[in-house]
């Protein structure tokens, strides 16, 4: 069974804290994504890996980094967090052969103080 | 302008009710277009999958594509309280190279059936 896990369920923070997220999957897929999801803006890419140590920036990218050291880890960093980064963050995995089908975390809701 | 939107609702049905879920979109490069459901305090789960134009249907589920309006639907027929979440339309191109499988997702539809 597909399974993607994400290292907080919930997390509290406080402005000018340095933050990481973590995103493991275990289908051995080659594409990982990060997205925040905030009420009526639905999702939004912030970045995305398609292989180990690359990466490419998603719609929203400023005021995070990313880090993909292994193919099933994929990590959102949050430099010095900010109360407008205050949101629910979820990451997922895609097989490349089905370029359709992405499989997500539970999520991380993060508040930022 | 987004390039797609979703109209957020909240929509509330009774059970038994047909429910119609749409999504519009500006990028003619898409092709593919999928539904995801999210059940709270979940990651949203595909639900149903389209290649370009047409329809598809799965049980009580029927997705279909109008390419020519840019303009796509989710149709739940007979809709139970179990179907309460909520809904997101996503697309993507057929684009190669780095950006291959990025979605587009639209902002989602809070859908709630109540007995």
């Known amino acids: 069974d597909v399974k993607v896990t994400q290292s907080s369920r919930y997390l509290v923070k406080r402005t000018g804290e340095k933050v990481f997220l973590e995103c493991v999957q275990d289908?051995?897929?080659?594409?990982m994504f990060w997205y925040r999801q905030d009420p009526g803006l639905g999702l939004r890419l912030i970045y995305f890996?398609?292989?180990?140590?690359?990466?490419e920036k998603g719609d929203i990218p400023e005021g995070y980094s990313v880090s993909r050291e292994k193919k099933e880890r994929f990590s959102l960093i949050l430099e010095s967090a900010s109360t407008n980064q205050t949101s629910m963050y979820l990451c997922?995995?895609?097989?490349?052969?089905?370029?359709?089908?992405?499989?997500f975390g539970p999520g991380t809701r993060l508040t930022v103080t | 302008q987004k390039e797609v939107e979703q109209d957020p609702g909240p929509l509330s049905v009774p059970e038994g009710a047909i429910v119609s879920l749409n999504c519009t979109y500006s990028?003619?490069?898409?092709?593919?277009f999928m539904w995801y459901r999210q059940y709270s305090r979940k990651g949203p789960e595909l639900l149903m999958y389209?290649?370009?134009?047409g329809n598809k249907e799965d049980g009580r589920f029927t997705a279909q594509v109008d390419k020519s309006s840019k303009y796509i639907s989710l149709f739940i027929r007979d809709s139970q309280p179990s179907d309460s979440a909520t809904y997101l339309c996503?697309?993507?191109?057929?684009?190669?190279?780095?950006?291959?499988?990025?979605?587009?997702f639209g902002q989602g539809t809070i859908l709630t059936v109540h007995p």
């Open positions: 289908m051995d897929h080659e594409n």
């Open positions: 389209t290649y370009s134009s």
């Open positions: 996503a697309m993507r191109s057929n684009a190669g190279g780095t950006s291959y499988g990025k979605l587009t």
């Open positions: 890996s398609y292989d180990v140590k690359m990466k």
């Open positions: 990028n003619s490069a898409f092709q593919y």
């Open positions: 997922a995995s895609m097989r490349l052969a089905d370029s359709y089908e992405q499989y």
